[in-house]
């Protein structure tokens, strides 16, 4: 189970840690991701980060303001989210992949998902 939390209301320009915490499951060995889904959208991939930590993609309209990571100690995974824009409001879903296959962007190649946090940021 992927429990997601962090969520919430924050102005242009601010930031925001999303925190995903697994159980129940070998989830250190899963590849790991982050989706959002703003209204009237399709869920689209944000981030991923590969079972040890050291392989990580973006979206390119985030690359250089969020930044993801997990700490495998504690099963979790985190998105800070600096710089934040009207444009990344949306609710954010994590995900896992648990064949551990990097650089894997599309939701349907996900087998784990949280239920999501809702990510608002006013102008």
């Known amino acids: 189970q992927l429990q997601a939390s962090g969520g919430g209301l924050v102005q242009a320009g601010g930031s925001l840690r999303l925190s995903c915490a697994a159980s129940g499951g070998a989830s250190n060995s899963y590849l790991m991701g982050w989706f959002r889904q703003a209204p009237g959208k399709e869920r689209e991939f944000v981030a991923a980060?590969?079972?040890?930590?050291?392989?990580?993609n973006y979206l390119d309209s985030v690359e250089g303001r969020f930044t993801i990571s997990r700490d495998n100690a504690k099963n979790t995974v985190y998105l800070q989210m600096n710089s934040l824009k009207p444009g990344d409001t949306a609710v954010y879903y994590c995900a896992a992949d648990r064949f551990g296959r990097n650089g894997v962007t599309s939701p349907h190649e996900y087998d784990y998902w949280g239920q999501g946090t809702l990510v608002t940021v006013s102008s």
């Open positions: 980060i590969s079972r040890g930590g050291g392989i990580t």
